[in-house]
């Protein structure tokens, strides 16, 4: 069966909206470890031998969508704003960035004692843009939380950092959330190593054959370690250091670190097409015909899908084994 490539990738700024009628390729990498996604669309530097003036229709700040599929069969793959316009090697480069472009601005000062993590980021969005609002089920409990000089980008990664939160942008419903990681169930997808998967760098290894001890340490107001250690001595050995944290937050990061490494797992990724749709969040079935006891379903952490005149194509990379 042949499916037509279709795409729309439209600008829109105070003068309207602008939608592209060229395109050499799109690139869109999304992962819950990141605090951002991001899209680079690449244009030829001129069309018919006439230079494309982008800059004349579109700036930094202008927002973005774009839009992949098949047959005119459309899916919203990204939203986001133009962060930089590059001219390079004989092609034009626009390079996007979800809802976090808005939180580089700067935060005013301010010291928390004690407070939660929606404490923070609710005064964050305060700060820099009150249309946002937050959701968040993980209110990890900080005893001292300092903002100096920082950006809203800087708080967000200090709390990722230091959690283990999956944080991201939902744009359509102008949403800040911050979850435990792996814990957001977004939707699902099916693959088989005989049918839809392309390619694979996949390999399977045994919760068995892992040996894990986890340590997490934090400083207390008075200036001593206090840390929470779990998991199996002998092996591979994790060390998290956090910031001014209680003793049943550490506990609890300590506890989710170790689950999360403890499974036997696929390792790697593997190459799909645009069908079917898949980000991060969400639940990957990956099957094998040929080695059933391998079957199992994953958290997918990194999509990274690529779309050109050779076709469209998604990099998957699972994490932790949900089964």
């Known amino acids: 069966m042949q499916f037509q490539l279709s795409w729309d990738i439209s600008f829109y700024n105070a003068e309207g909206e602008w939608t592209l009628g060229i395109l050499a390729e799109c690139e869109i990498q999304k992962s819950s470890k990141n605090l951002a996604d991001f899209a680079t669309v690449t244009l030829p530097e001129a069309h018919y031998n006439e230079v494309l003036n982008v800059q004349e229709k579109i700036k930094r700040g202008d927002r973005v969508k774009i839009r992949l599929g098949y047959d005119n069969n459309l899916v919203t793959e990204f939203e986001g704003y133009v962060k930089e316009i590059l001219t390079n090697d004989s092609s034009l480069k626009i390079f996007c960035e979800d809802g976090l472009f808005l939180f580089r601005n700067g935060v005013k000062n301010k010291q928390f004692k004690p407070a939660t ?3 923070i980021a609710n005064y964050m969005i305060s700060e820099i843009d009150s249309s946002f609002k937050l959701v968040c089920d993980y209110d990890i409990g900080y005893e001292k939380f300092t903002i100096y000089k920082a950006t ?3 708080v967000l990664k200090k709390i990722q950092e230091e959690t283990g939160a ?3 942008f939902d744009m359509k419903n102008k949403e800040l959330h911050i ?3 792996y814990t957001r169930k977004g939707g699902e997808a099916e693959y088989s190593m005989q049918h839809n998967i392309e390619t694979s760098s996949l390999e399977y290894k045994l919760a068995e054959d892992r040996k894990i001890e986890v340590t997490v340490e934090s400083v207390g107001l ?3 370690i206090i840390s929470h250690t779990t998991g199996t001595t002998g092996g591979e050995k ?3 250091k956090v910031g001014r944290m209680t003793q049943s937050a550490i506990k609890i990061i300590a506890d989710n670190e170790y689950k999360n490494n403890m499974r036997s797992k696929y390792e790697g990724s593997f190459d799909a097409w645009l069908i079917p749709y898949v980000e991060p ?3 990957v079935g990956i099957y094998d015909d040929d080695y059933t006891y391998k079957d199992g379903r994953y958290y997918a952490e990194t999509v990274v899908t690529n779309f050109s005149e050779n076709g469209g194509k998604r990099t ?3 994490s932790i084994n949900l089964s």
Do not use: E, L, R, W
């Open 117 to 119: 993590v929606s404490q």
């Open 152 to 154: 809203g980008f800087d």
């Open 166 to 168: 999956d944080i991201f």
């Open 179 to 181: 979850h435990p990681a």
């Open 222 to 224: 008075d200036g001593k």
């Open 238 to 240: 994790i060390t998290k």
């Open 281 to 283: 969040s969400y639940t």
């Open 316 to 318: 998957i990379t699972p």
